[in-house]
């Protein structure tokens, strides 16, 4: 069981501390969601060969619902008191909507190519990040699909600077009957979609906004029980041993009304345990210098990667029908290279620069007043301190280290 009560309090409370390991964690769930893709599409024809990628990568779809819960967490740990409404909203926007208008314009491009007709007013929405809001078939999904995603997102950061401070005030029973009824709430919506007509029912469970917060919410939560000192978990060993087992029968015996609450559970439990570690400054293998950087680039990874997989497939004339034999799997690793690079690419030349030009920066760290060394000092040394860090879903911010503004991760 763990608990940060006396590594948070060591800190000042303008600072919150690095959480690198959650930017490592993140690309693997990015990973989960490309693997998904790469199943779906049929890159791969040798059916032996795409028996394992739909073994391992059946539930990656539920990659986009660690990236919900990890941007609640992150989001609320790395609040800073005198943060405006206003400050944050800028700050959001001038993380997504960079990444967004530049994959916009490249799929109308990739439209145009084709000759695939475009609706303006599905445009309209996913340029303005309305899409997620609209049932009809194909418009949720419409431009760069994945973007839907952005669209939710979009609705929880308007939502978090009005509930946070509710959030702080919470009594802790309060916040922890929060823990226990939104996993509940998430296996409510199976029965509660009967009341939505049949063809809105996939929008209802996985796309509409206001429901997928509840995997959000989890996460602020959680967050907010951790900076109190009041979260109890299992350390980052058997949290991760949970959430292996959790997958494996989720995978093999479990209909789709269950996984979706155990693996919100699996996921929050992973979530916490690595968070705890960077705080208590603990052995995690997501925090090593090549898994931050992928996690870091994880946000245009996956706004990229189904672009890519579909135009060069559509170009190639092998869309639904794959490649055969080893040209299947080594097709999708050269997918994986060349969004990687791209993606990098992305990272470097759009989403940092215009984060550090158009997200308002924060004041400078105030310097830590000086105090006597205690028995718990050990514990709350953070080695990864002046490591780049935390992540909070397709989302991240500008920080400050040492008076120098730096680009952190937060999705």
Request: hydrophobic share 55%; aromatic share 12%; glycine share 8%.
């Amino acid at each position: 069981m763990t608990s940060v009560a006396a590594t948070t309090a060591a800190r000042p409370a303008t600072a919150p501390p690095r959480l690198p390991s959650l930017t490592g964690l993140r690309w693997i769930a990015a990973l989960l969601v490309f693997g998904f893709h790469a199943g779906t599409m049929r890159i791969i024809a040798e059916p032996d060969y795409k028996a394992v990628v739909d073994e391992l990568f059946t539930l990656g779809l539920s990659g986009v619902q660690f990236f919900f819960i990890l941007s609640g967490f992150v989001l609320v740990w790395s609040a800073r008191e005198g943060d405006s409404r206003r400050t944050f909203w800028r700050r959001r926007i001038a993380k997504i909507y960079p990444n967004h208008l530049v994959l916009f314009a490249a799929t109308l491009g990739v439209a145009w190519y084709f000759a695939d007709p475009v609706l303006p007013a599905a445009a309209l929405e996913n340029l303005l990040l309305l899409q997620a809001w609209d049932p009809r078939p194909g418009w949720f999904y419409s431009i760069n699909t994945v973007s839907w995603s952005l669209s939710c997102e979009f609705f929880f950061y308007l939502c978090l600077p009005l509930a946070l401070p509710l959030l702080r005030r919470a009594r802790p029973k309060v916040l922890w009957a929060l823990i226990v009824a939104l996993p509940l709430l998430i296996l409510a919506l199976w029965p509660a979609q009967e009341l939505v007509p049949e063809v809105s029912r996939w929008w209802f469970t996985q796309i509409f906004p206001p429901v997928r917060s509840l995997e959000f919410w989890l996460g602020a939560v959680a967050a907010e029980l951790m900076r109190r000192g009041l979260w109890r978990g299992p350390n980052l060993s058997v949290a991760s041993g949970i959430f292996l087992v959790t997958w494996v029968v989720a995978a093999q015996w479990i209909r789709a009304e269950l996984w979706t609450t155990l693996l919100a559970v699996a996921y929050l439990l992973v979530i916490t345990a690595a968070a705890d570690a960077d705080v208590r400054g603990r052995r995690s293998p997501w925090r090593s210098r090549p898994l931050v950087w992928l996690g870091e680039v994880s946000f245009a990874f996956y706004l990229v990667h189904v672009l890519v997989m579909t135009s060069v497939l559509r170009w190639s004339g092998t869309w639904g029908i794959g490649f055969a034999g080893w040209r299947g799997p080594a097709v999708v690793f050269g997918f994986l290279a060349v969004t990687l690079i791209l993606a990098g690419l992305l990272h470097r030349f759009v989403e940092t620069p215009m984060m550090r030009r158009l997200a308002p920066r924060r004041a400078a760290r105030p310097a830590p007043v000086p105090r006597q060394r205690t028995a718990g000092d050990d514990d709350a040394r953070d080695p990864a301190s002046s490591a780049r860090g935390a992540v909070d879903g397709p989302a991240g911010e500008v920080g400050q280290t040492g008076g120098r503004s730096t680009y952190v991760d937060l999705r």
